[in-house]
């Protein structure tokens, strides 16, 4: 689904990603772990193609097609989601409006029809009695007066609505309770799919217990230097980074 | 006032002189008065620019909703001299959309005369291209004038940098028991929050919408017509995307 190769990235003058290649299949969770500036979030942003974030060399392909060359809206309609570490505030514009208008925008790229008012509340009433959001709060303007915790169920509402094929989740359970911990990991769990794959950007083994990966990377200095199972991530909750990847 | 404005002008400062000039003397003044205890809604649509002036009277407990929409090309000034009598409320909603070489104005002079009366404004510019946009906000209240309230908020929403944006709030107070609050910015589209939209399937230009519409949208809150207020959304919504 998802093969990078070779991925070399800037972040202005300055090289993050160093030769980075990964492959993520269809029906896999893949989880990425590293210490502090090792380029886990460079990852994710370049993946989802945010400005200021520029490839050097290398490759990233998904379904086949080069995603390095479409607009980040495009990748979105292709079926990438991107989990912020920090979501937005968005004053003004409801998170159902949003919603519906990313939806929509997306079904209109693949040349699919719109959903209707019915039926996208159908999945929205679904979808956020999982994640505990009310109705109130859906009608605000986006993630404003959130918590951090109910901007990242936040986060895993709108992962259950735009139904992507890959979730890349950039530290989705960083600032959470172990109560909301359980909650985002229970959307990521529903997400879970034979076609669909995620890839996990976290510091802690924490979510790991909730969200079993089949794959655990470790992330440092730009590139992938340890692959393992699940196994890799209690290893490294035990002997820290400096230990595996030095 | 019959002598053509100059620079020195302080209400004319950032006017586009040339243009009005041209349009010198401007017709007299509308009047918009409110009688005791009324209520009365008035949306003043500004498209082929001109000059404008309104003398509003409110008299005692009287309420006027007042939303003005500025989309022209050329040189266009809306000015609201506004009296307030005890007890009156004036909601002041106000839209500049610019692009090419249009100068638009909003000048307003709200006039807290008599005590207990309130007023709040809210005035929202966006600007592209190398238009000028102005929004000179006096409010001005009475000696005996207590227990005035007056708010007041101007945002300017830059889109390229090659567009101006004037604020000027002024306020002028004689009475000692008031509150007057008032605030300015100047920005640009939050690139943190495009990106945001763009990552859940926006274009660019579909983000940039919805984030304009949702910045222009404090102007128009004082309205009770909901037909008039999705009217104005929908002129400031149609002026986004033939922009884009």
Redesign the interface.
């Known amino acids: 689904m998802l093969v990078i190769e070779n991925l070399h990235a800037n972040v202005g003058d300055k090289p993050i990603l160093k030769g980075l290649s990964l492959r993520v299949n269809a029906g896999e969770v893949h989880a990425i772990m590293g210490p502090n500036g090792a380029g886990k979030s460079t990852l994710a942003h370049v993946l ?4 200021g974030y520029v490839v050097t060399q290398g490759t990233a392909t998904f379904e086949g097609k080069d995603l390095l060359d479409l ?3 495009e ?3 292709a079926g990438l ?2 989990g ?1 570490q920090y ?7 409801s998170n159902l409006l ?2 519906r ?3 929509n ?2 079904r209109r ?1 693949r040349g699919e029809a719109e959903i209707s008012g019915v039926d996208f509340m159908k999945k929205v009433r679904a979808e956020s009695a999982v994640l505990a959001l009310d109705m109130d709060m859906l009608k605000r ?2 993630n404003v007066g959130f918590s951090g915790g109910e901007k990242k169920r936040n986060e895993a509402f ?1 992962l259950g609505i ?1 139904e992507p094929k890959l979730a890349l989740l950039d530290e989705t359970d960083s600032g959470l309770d172990i109560d909301a911990l359980r909650i985002v990991s229970e959307g990521i769990n529903r997400f879970r799919r034979p076609d669909r794959a995620v890839l996990l950007i976290t510091h802690y083994q924490r979510l790991l217990d909730h969200v079993r990966p089949d794959y655990v990377h470790v992330l440092s200095g730009g590139r992938i230097v340890e692959t393992g199972g699940a196994d890799l991530a209690l290893r490294l909750e035990a002997q820290g980074y400096e230990g595996i990847a030095a | 006032m019959t002598a053509l404005p100059t620079r020195k002008t302080e209400a004319w400062r950032y006017a586009d002189l040339r243009a009005v000039e041209a349009l010198w003397p401007p017709p007299p003044a509308r009047l918009i008065s409110v009688r005791e205890g009324g209520a009365h809604e008035e949306v003043v649509r500004v498209r082929d620019g001109g000059i404008h002036d309104f003398r509003v009277e409110l008299a005692a407990n009287s309420t006027l909703r007042l939303v003005i929409l500025v989309q022209s090309a050329g040189y266009a000034r809306v000015a609201v001299e506004a009296h307030l009598h005890e007890g009156a409320h004036l909601d002041l909603g106000g839209i500049l959309l610019g692009d090419g070489d249009a100068t638009q104005e909003i000048v307003t002079d709200v006039r807290h005369d008599k005590p207990g009366a309130s007023s709040n404004q809210r005035v929202r510019l966006v600007l592209d291209e190398r238009a000028t946009g102005t929004y000179l906000g006096r409010i001005a209240v009475a000696r005996d004038a207590q227990k005035s309230d007056a708010e007041q908020s101007a945002r300017a929403l830059v889109l390229k940098r090659t567009a101006t944006a004037n604020l000027k709030p002024e306020l002028e107070i004689f009475a000692d028991d008031v509150k007057c609050a008032h605030g300015c910015t100047v920005g640009e589209l ?4 495009r ?10 230009a ?2 940039d919408a ?2 304009t ?3 222009v ?2 102007a128009l809150t004082g309205l009770e017509d909901s037909a008039a207020r999705e009217a104005l959304e929908a002129e400031t919504v149609a002026w986004l995307e033939q922009r884009s």
């Open positions: 989802a193609g945010r400005e607009e980040p809206h990748r979105a309609a989601f991107l912020f979501p937005v505030e968005i004053p003004g514009v949003f919603l208008t990313a939806l925008a997306q790229l303007g986006v709108q735009l | 939050d690139k943190a929050a990106f945001y939209l763009q990552s859940r399937g926006l274009s660019r579909e983000a919805l984030l519409r949702a910045f949208a404090d």
